[in-house]
Nanobody, 124 residues
């Protein structure tokens, strides 16, 4: 079992930066790949970024490439999402999720454990 708790987010202005954290409990968290997803009002949840358990590999959605950076510190059981140059289109509830498979990290169905997710609102 893995429990995930996100923190960070809030109301920011366009162009600002925000860092989200995903803290995990569970002895085997370091063996899980972790992904970030987001869901905007009236839209389906979409993939944002993912990182392998060893941080040797990352993946990003096209919409965030070059602006967002995913990282992890396994000594702290925490994964981070640094979000720069935010725009109103980034407004959403952001959730982290854990999977033991790197096969389809951009798919909701690949993830067994999910956090509740903080709201990020970007004003213009």
């Amino acid at each position: 079992q893995v429990q995930l708790v996100e923190s960070g987010g809030g109301l920011v202005q366009s162009g600002d930066s925000v860092r989200l954290s995903c803290a995990a409990s569970g002895r085997t968290f370091t063996l899980y790949a972790v992904g970030w997803f987001r869901q905007a009002p009236g839209k389906e949840r979409e993939f944002v970024a993912a990182i392998t358990w060893s941080a040797s590999g990352t993946a990003y959605a096209d919409a965030v490439k070059g602006r967002f950076t995913i990282s992890r510190d396994n000594t702290k059981n925490t994964v981070y999402l640094q979000m720069n140059s935010l725009t109103p289109e980034d407004t959403a509830v952001y959730s982290c999720a854990a999977t033991q498979s790197w096969g389809r990290v951009n798919s909701n169905a690949s993830y067994a454990y999910w956090g509740q997710g903080p709201q990020v609102t970007v004003s213009s």
